[in-house]
């Protein structure tokens, strides 16, 4: 039976996430894995101007729970139907677009009780702002919950 991987993004719009997320699906789904994404909201509200989501870039099982823009969204609707996706999807492994939203946090910890391997999903680098020590500790130990 094949592992499920199950990929929470904020929004369907980013066109390098698309390409990203279709690349790993032709990956996977000749091995021993089912992919599917979860994109929250269709763009975020600065991405309005800025065209529209070009769906033929998107080549993987996707999902969309919003149709709107993220921040048109709230932290009470966000965390329920995560929650319902999660638990329909029934992943083995799922990953989370960071530990910024109490959502990410609430499927992290649901899925560290459940036996689920966690990926912790960060775009930012080393190079991006000065580190302080003090904001990076905590960070460190954050992500030795993660898989």
């Known amino acids: 039976m094949k592992k499920k991987i199950l990929i929470i993004h904020t929004i369907l719009w980013s066109h390098y996430k698309g390409a990203v997320f279709s690349e790993l699906y032709k990956l996977v789904k000749e091995k021993v894995y089912d992919l599917k994404v979860i994109h929250i909201a269709i763009n975020g509200k600065g991405r309005k101007t800025l065209g529209d989501v070009d769906k033929t870039l998107h080549k ?11 921040e048109e969204t709230n932290l009470f609707s966000r965390s329920i139907k995560l929650l319902k996706s999660f638990f329909k999807e029934k992943p083995d492994v799922i990953a989370i ?19 689920k391997k966690i990926i912790l999903q960060n775009d930012s680098t ?14 460190k ?7």
Request: hydrophobic share 35%; with cysteine; aromatic share 24%.
């Open 60 to 70: 993987y099982p996707y999902e969309v729970l919003f149709e709107t823009s993220f």
């Open 97 to 115: 677009p960071g530990w910024n939203d109490f959502p990410y946090c609430l499927l992290a910890f649901i899925s560290k009780i459940l036996g």
């Open 126 to 139: 080393y190079e991006d702002r000065p580190r302080k020590f003090y904001k990076e500790l905590p960070k």
């Open 141 to 147: 130990r954050a992500c030795q919950h993660f898989s």
